[in-house]
Nanobody, 126 residues
Framework: QVQLVESGGGLVQPGGSLRLSCAASGFTEDVSTIGWFRQAPGKEREGVSCIKTRDGSTYYADSVKGRFTIARDNAKNTVYLQVNSLKPEDTGVYYC???????????????????WGQGTQVTVSS
């Protein structure tokens, strides 16, 4: 079992930045991929980005490409999501999730992800 804890959310003005963290504990050596997802009020959860823990390959949703950067620190069992140039439509609860399924490329489809954090709120507003 893998436990995940997100942090770093907050209230930020449009154009601002945050760094979200996802700290993993438990059987972390079995984790192949960490994904970030978000859910806005009244909307379905959507995948934002993912990273393979072993080779560091990444994937981004088109809506965040060029603004968000995902990175890992395997020594700290932590994955970061740097979110820049924030827009009001980026508002939502951001979750990280862990997948044990080793694929050629990571995916932001939620199906392979079995362990989820409790989420951290990001609010973009002036």
């Amino acid at each position: 079992q893998v436990q995940l804890v997100e942090s770093g959310g907050g209230l930020v003005q449009p154009g601002g930045s945050l760094r979200l963290s996802c700290a993993a504990s438990g059987f972390t050596e079995d984790v192949s991929t960490i994904g970030w997802f978000r859910q806005a009020p009244g909307k379905e959860r959507e995948g934002v980005s993912c990273i393979k823990t072993r080779d560091g390959s990444t994937y981004y949703a088109d809506s965040v490409k060029g603004r968000f950067t995902i990175a890992r620190d395997n020594a700290k069992n932590t994955v970061y999501l740097q979110v820049n140039s924030l827009k009001p439509e980026d508002t939502g609860v951001y979750y990280c999730a862990a997948s044990l399924w080793d694929q050629a490329m990571c995916t932001i489809n939620s199906i392979p992800y079995r362990s989820w954090g409790q989420g951290t709120q990001v609010t973009v507003s002036s």
